[in-house]
């Protein structure tokens, strides 16, 4: 894997460093809010401003599919020599209509983040990490910490999203491992902080008891956390664990409230999506069809050390 990623890394150098004509990138984000997605939109911004001649426009689809299905209407327009889009539904149903347009018009598209339900041919890439792994990573770690007859709470993100579905279900596929433990509580919270604090809080409140909470993401991970307090319940007793290992949910950590998360790198995502659309801008046809960046496990052993990251 870490050959594959330096290679990837070099290719990318080649042709970014060569490419000095002028590059129109778009970009739609699914939503500017949501603070691990404004982490990876902020590296694409710096990526760019590192380039010669790099023209950028970046959109908030507020975490409408209707809405971001307008932009790609218009990056075709203006027109955009290569797009970045990270999706709010990787749904096959709602993404080849989109693309078909894109497609048609022969502009290449990196997908970021969010990878798509539909195969990477000629002309779609695809940049981020396996969904699946951070579910995995998170609930095998969980697991040894659970107790006999452990129950357990999921926050997901969204129903739309490929994300919170393979995060989930990869995190279920663990626990089938442990008969014992049983999911008591499953709800959407679109990886939102208020949004998970009004239904943990909810959960709470009709009776139910956990020993532990699982999110899809670290916001709703700080929502879970906050109910529980507001609750007069201890962290200590209902361990919570979450993905992305943002600054607050590392420092939460930190004070002993979150249990563990897990790392997904924001800056490599955004920086290496930019890259390869302004390869494929300067017409490379050079590079794979995915660029896959590791989620790493962040526990109480080792997360200062990604507090200085």
């Known amino acids: 894997m870490q050959k594959r990623h330096t290679i990837l890394s070099l290719l990318l150098f080649f042709?970014?460093?060569f490419a000095m004509a002028e590059q129109q990138i778009c970009v739609s984000m699914a939503s500017f809010n949501d603070k691990f997605l404004?982490?990876?939109r902020t590296a694409i911004a710096d990526a760019a401003q590192e380039q010669e001649g790099m023209h950028l426009s970046i959109s908030d689809a507020r975490w409408s599919h209707a809405i971001q299905k307008r932009h790609i209407a218009e990056f075709i327009n203006q027109p955009c020599d290569a797009i970045i889009?990270?999706?709010v539904s990787s749904d096959k149903e709602d993404v080849w209509p989109m693309i078909q347009p894109v497609l048609k018009a022969r502009i290449p598209i990196v997908f970021v983040n969010v990878r798509p339900e539909i195969p990477l041919k000629s002309?779609?890439?695809?940049v981020g990490s396996n969904d699946a792994d951070a579910g995995t990573i998170q609930m095998r770690y969980l697991i040894n910490y659970l107790p006999q007859q452990a129950k357990v709470g999921i926050l997901m993100g969204s129903l739309l999203s490929g994300v919170a579905k393979n995060r989930t279900n990869a995190a279920k596929k663990?626990?089938?491992t442990r008969p014992d433990v049983e999911v008591v509580a499953v709800g959407i919270a679109n990886f939102e902080r208020e949004k998970a604090t009004q239904l943990v809080t909810k959960w709470i409140d009709s009776g139910i008891h956990f020993d532990a909470i699982i999110a899809n993401n670290?916001?709703?991970a700080l929502g879970a956390l906050q109910a529980i307090r507001?609750?007069?319940?201890s962290p200590k007793n209902i361990k919570v664990v979450g993905i992305d290992a943002t600054e607050e949910a590392l420092n939460s950590m930190y004070k002993h409230e979150l249990f563990a998360t897990v790392f997904q790198d924001a800056q490599e995502q955004g920086?290496?999506?930019l890259q390869m659309a302004s390869a494929l801008a300067a017409q490379s046809s050079k590079l794979p069809n995915e660029y896959i960046i590791p989620f790493q496990l962040v526990n109480s052993q080792n997360f200062r050390t990604f507090m200085r990251r």
Do not use: C, F, H, P
């Open 123 to 126: 002309g779609l890439y695809y």
């Open 15 to 17: 042709y970014t460093g």
């Open 271 to 273: 920086k290496q999506a």
């Open 218 to 220: 670290d916001e709703m």
């Open 174 to 176: 663990i626990m089938e």
């Open 38 to 40: 404004s982490l990876v």
């Open 85 to 87: 889009l990270n999706l």
């Open 230 to 233: 507001k609750n007069g319940l």
